[in-house]
């Protein structure tokens, strides 16, 4: 493949590279072909862990699954996955709930 480089003073500090266009567009798909094989392999790494949603046939099944998902749960679906060894417990001391509000008043 014949190349040709542009000097860096008519270039202004960066250098150019001159090839025929047909070497161009090869080197070019070569780098898609590339990039679509590494794309392949990360989705085959996910479909293997599961990283994926099943398949919708229809536009308004997908719509509806993805409203499903976008639905933050209510306090009761949220308690329903609580689980007793989730509980912390905590000392606060003996004077939790002895503590003195004071509106208005200001401290120097």
Known sequence: ??????????TKGEELVVMPRRAYEALERAYAEL???????????????????????????????????????TLKTALANFTPDMIELVNWGPDVGK??????????
Do not use: F, H
């Open 1 to 10: 493949m014949t190349t040709a480089t542009i000097s860096k003073k008519i």
């Open 99 to 108: 503590e003195v509000i004071a509106y208005g008043l200001a401290c120097n």
């Open 35 to 73: 990039l679509w094989r590494q794309k392949e392999l990360e989705a085959d790494a996910d479909i293997r862990a599961g990283r994926v949603s099943k398949g919708y046939r229809t536009v308004p099944a997908l719509k509806r699954a993805l409203a499903q998902m976008s639905k933050k749960p």
